[in-house]
């Protein structure tokens, strides 16, 4: 079945380093592939998404990139701040009735002051 | 302004018991979901809705049964919890289905604890 992988599991990174999490899909008709950050207590917010079409995408610190033929995307985090600690998940899906996410199992993010 | 809610946020009970989790978004989406988080973070699908019908059914107990009222709101009605039922119990919506990318917005989750 569908199946999207994510690594590391958790990371721990000092307060301006780089910060990078993977993920690797199974299903090669996904072409939605959005990423959530989920902060203690709270549900997961969007943060940045990429489509099939486009290789790679930015938005002020964060940037994801996207390689079709290896199946797999990632997220980076440039510049990283205490506040980015959260977890982190990837997910893909494709068109199709049944739409729905296919998630990572997620990264949790310490970023040390 | 919530634009998906669900309440409540918190619930403990005993096992055995029967509860309900109700969720509203006021977003104008067509598409309803319930997810589960359980304590290793895992998010997995259970249900979702496209104007009030259901269009998946993930491999979810009959203890568990969504109710549509109309595509605003989407409750989880749960029978004879069991201990394995603790978790966080997501709702969220997306403008549509069946089209990729469209996003799906989470609610706060409810923490739902069996003892």
């Known amino acids: 079945g569908e199946n999207v992988e994510q690594h590391p599991s958790t990371l721990s990174v000092q307060e301006g380093d780089s910060a990078v999490i993977k993920c690797t899909y199974s299903?090669?008709?996904?072409?939605?592939f959005p990423w959530y950050k989920q902060e203690l207590g709270k549900g997961p917010q969007l943060i940045i998404d990429?489509?099939?079409?486009?290789g790679e995408k930015k938005d002020q610190r964060i940037a994801v990139t996207l390689n079709k033929t290896a199946k797999h995307f990632s997220l980076h985090i440039t510049e990283t701040q205490p506040e980015d600690s959260a977890v982190y998940f990837c997910a893909a899906s494709r068109n199709g009735g049944t739409y729905k996410y296919i998630f990572g199992t997620g990264t949790r993010l310490k970023v040390l002051a | 302004d919530t634009a998906v809610s669900q309440t409540p946020k918190y619930l403990v009970t005993q096992m055995g018991n029967d509860k309900s989790i109700k969720c509203e978004q006021n977003?104008?989406?067509?598409?309803m979901y319930w997810y589960k988080q359980d304590s290793k973070k895992f998010l997995k699908i259970m249900f979702s809705y496209n104007n009030k019908e259901l269009i998946i059914n993930e491999t979810v107990p009959n203890r568990f049964s969504p109710k549509s009222p109309d595509k605003a709101h989407l409750n989880l009605h749960i029978n004879s919890l069991e201990l394995g039922d603790s978790a966080v119990y997501f709702c969220a919506s997306s403008p549509a289905t069946g089209f990729s990318g469209n996003t799906i917005y989470f609610g706060e989750g409810s923490w739902l604890t069996v003892v």
């Open positions: 977003l104008g989406h067509d598409t």
């Open positions: 299903d090669s008709a996904s072409n939605y």
């Open positions: 990429i489509r099939s079409n486009v």
